[in-house]
């Protein structure tokens, strides 16, 4: 089932482990995991060491990264690898940048880049 509301993830640590499922599904380092929840490096050790605590803008930034997951799942059913890869490979409805170096910008990034793929899979 889709995460559309990020009040659907019910605490937490279960938001930061599907955060962290994804981050490991695409192949991130930690320049990108810290960049696409907005995080500095130690508030997401601490989070990696059990501690998560994420504000609303947080929680949104997952719920974001989850669906987008799951909309390139379905776009690409039949080639799971290529879903995965998306992110990291240029684009040009992104100016030939990667989607993952747009996501780590702003919400604003964050949220164009996962309409696009949104509006892709519907």
């Known amino acids: 089932m889709a995460i559309t509301n ?3 993830i019910r605490d937490d640590m279960s938001a930061f482990s599907m955060y962290l499922s994804v981050a490991d ?3 991130l380092n930690g320049l990108q995991r810290r960049g696409l ?3 500095t490096e130690r508030t997401f050790y ?3 060491s059990g501690r998560p605590n994420l504000s609303a803008e947080q929680r949104l930034r997952v719920s974001y ?3 987008l997951y799951l909309d390139l799942h379905t776009i690409w059913e039949g080639d799971t690898a290529y879903a995965d890869r998306w992110v990291l490979e240029s684009n040009a409805a992104f100016g030939d940048r990667a989607p993952i170096d747009v996501m780590t910008g702003t919400l604003v990034d964050l949220h164009r880049v ?3 793929v ?3 899979a519907e």
Do not use: D, S
Request: charged share 15%.
């Open 25 to 27: 599904q695409w192949g």
């Open 114 to 116: 996962y309409e696009h």
């Open 37 to 39: 929840v907005g995080v």
């Open 65 to 67: 990264v989850v669906n």
């Open 6 to 8: 990020p009040a659907q």
């Open 46 to 48: 601490r989070w990696a």
């Open 118 to 120: 949104h509006r892709a």
